[in-house]
């Protein structure tokens, strides 16, 4: 039982005993990145450490990396009191976001717009919270994977239709698409987060916040390959593996011959059981014919956040993919 850290211990020891040094340790899953770092540790084996990773994990400790390497971010405070809380509010004004400093998926992040809402939230302990403005724009993520040099030797970026936050509390169908041509300041942020994090062997997941002016804001990093399905979409939008290519990173094995390129939009549509949509499976099926990529029930895990069902569509076009990403999802 890898949630007993005891039982993770000896069994490492015993795989050290029985095989010589662990080289690395790596999960690809946010909830068992403290583990990892926690038996780096006491193994003595490369990679993020407790406290570094501590930093990189926390709202908190996020802000102030992305501060020190001029990435504009949202600010916000660690919760300390209901006065403190009321305080910020006064200052910055509804709506605001509270949400665990370390936390993953949207879970207790909750969106106040009025008093009585606010006080429904502060009626609970919120031990180990921030609290930040609420930031209207469309959320982009700069994803990829570095190597052990911290050079970026795969990137991408993923448009999506809202974020996290309303898809998991108000249930909304989500979809989500890579974009072909990476904007030139997302990818100078990108590139500038992921040094200032050190990030080496390992993927990345950014998000940021696009405004309605064209620049962005950095809302959180995840040293982790982005969620569900979306390895499987870089892949698809390139005609690669990123797996064989994150395996030569962590081996050293040379990279030529991995060079890649953005052929399609891969775009990715969910829906939730008990909504009536216009279009049943079998109409869907024959309209896309070869775009249509992948449909499956999502594991439970993931559906509070990804729908009950999903689609995954390809296409060079942009227009047409979104277009066909309206179709799953018109109800």
């Not at 919120?126 to 209207?136: C, K, M, N, S, T």
């Not at 982009?140 to 970026?157: H, K, M, P, Q, W």
């Not at 996290?164 to 990476?182: A, F």
């Not at 949509?277 to 439970?300: A, D, I, K, Q, T």
Request: proline residues 5%; aromatic residues 10%; negative net charge.
């Amino acid at each position: 039982n890898v949630d007993d850290y005891e039982q993770a211990y000896r069994a490492l020891a015993y795989f050290t005993w029985r095989h010589g040094r662990i080289d690395r340790i790596d999960s690809h899953n946010e909830h068992w990145l403290g583990l990892e770092a926690r038996l780096r540790e006491d193994f003595n084996i490369p990679g993020p450490r407790p406290a570094e990773m501590n930093q990189r994990r926390t709202k908190s400790g996020m802000a102030h990396l992305f501060r020190s390497a001029g990435v504009p971010h949202i600010e916000g405070e660690r919760v300390t009191s209901p006065e403190q809380v009321c305080a910020f509010v006064r200052a910055h004004g509804f709506p605001v976001v509270l949400k665990p400093d370390l936390g993953v998926g949207a879970a207790r992040t909750y969106k106040v717009s009025k008093d009585a809402e606010l006080d429904a939230v502060l009626s609970a302990p919120l031990r180990d919270f921030i609290v930040q403005p609420f930031i209207a724009g469309n959320i982009v993520s700069y994803d990829g994977l570095a190597d052990g040099s911290g050079r970026i030797v795969f990137e991408t970026a993923h448009g999506y239709s809202a974020g996290i936050m309303e898809v998991v509390n108000e249930q909304r169908d989500v979809s989500y698409w890579n974009l072909r041509e990476i904007p030139g300041e997302l990818v100078r942020l990108g590139r500038r987060t992921v040094e200032a994090f050190d990030i080496r062997e390992r993927f990345f997941h950014i998000e940021f916040f696009e405004l309605p002016d064209g620049s962005y804001r950095a809302l959180e990093v995840n040293i982790r390959p982005p969620g569900g399905f979306t390895t499987d979409m870089m892949n698809y939008s390139a005609d690669v593996d990123v797996y064989r290519l994150w395996a030569a990173v962590l081996t050293g094995d040379p990279l030529h011959g991995l060079a890649y390129e953005r052929k399609y939009h891969v775009g990715y549509a969910s829906r939730r059981w008990g909504r009536r949509y216009r279009r049943s499976h079998p109409e869907l099926v024959e309209m896309l014919g070869n775009r249509l990529l992948v449909h499956r029930e999502m594991p439970r895990a993931f559906a509070g956040a990804m729908g009950d069902e999903m689609y995954l569509i390809r296409d060079p076009d942009e227009r047409r993919m979104q277009q066909a990403l309206a179709e799953i999802q018109m109800t």
